[in-house]
């Protein structure tokens, strides 16, 4: 069951007109949620993040944080998995075709829901491998835009590579993944990048410094040279559908000794015991 404009209805119900914006120019933002036992993960950040995306792109926010929050509760009673993964949309609605901003036009909202698989054991066990290129796109990764063609198309050179994700570098430096935050480790500390324009703020970058700074593991958010990416002892994508991966092959070359490392293996456990926690008494960090 998913949810459009005011309705809940099966999937193959829902229709789009062709004229919606998000459709003609790839006007609009979005949202990822994880839902584990029925229960949004971080939902406040979420809808934190939505809000700074839709200021963005100057899109009034259709709900209050109150009716999202209700809509993803009805959303997630009417679809069947304990754990799910929630996409929300809005664009900026239905209108003839043209560049500028409409008057008087109702934003289009809908929201769908599928099961959230954890990463496969072997995967977790293994690690990863990743490729990297340049980082070819605009100057503000920081909104959750619809518009991925970029994204798309990076992402799509991993698989063709056999690999899971695409590590990106702008002039010397790395940003993100093409759908994950990166974090290095270098000297035992955990490297991350830190939030600006080049990147997009991820809601488990968040909780992986957090955890990192509650359990005192040596961490520094700075600029990451693509040199000390490519020598790091080892690298970690994160993101709310993948949690915390390790990616063990970068190029096609090891990353340290090729094998999931001692500060993976420590935030994966955390991870792990902070949703638990999270999930049963709904406590914060510390
Ligand atoms: N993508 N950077 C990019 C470019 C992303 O697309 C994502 C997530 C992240 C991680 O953010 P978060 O931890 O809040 O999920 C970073 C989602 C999952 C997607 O587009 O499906």
Known sequence: MIYLNGDFM???????????????????????????????????????????????IRLLNPHSNEHWSSLVE????????????????????????????????????????????APPKELLASGVSAITTDDNRWLRCDIKAISLLPNVLLRQMAVDAGAVETVLLREGFMTEGAASNIFVVKNETLLAPPKNHLMLPGITYDVVLELAAAHKIPNEVRTVSEYEMRTAQELLLTSSTKEIMPITRLDGKPVGDGKPGPMFALLYQLYQNYKVTVMRDAVSIS
Not at 76 to 95: C, F, K, M, P
């Open 10 to 56: 099966p999937i193959e119900e829902a229709r789009i007109p062709v004229l919606d914006r998000g459709f003609i120019f790839g006007d609009g933002v979005y949202e990822v949620i994880p839902v584990y036992s029925r229960r949004p993960f971080r939902l406040a950040e979420h809808l934190l993040r939505l809000q700074d995306s839709l200021d963005g």
């Open 74 to 117: 009805q959303i997630i009673a009417r679809n069947e998995s304990e754990d799910q993964y929630l996409y929300l949309h809005i664009t900026r609605g239905v209108a003839k075709r043209d560049h500028a901003f409409p008057k008087g036009v109702m934003p289009t909202v809908f929201i769908m829901s599928n099961p959230l698989l």
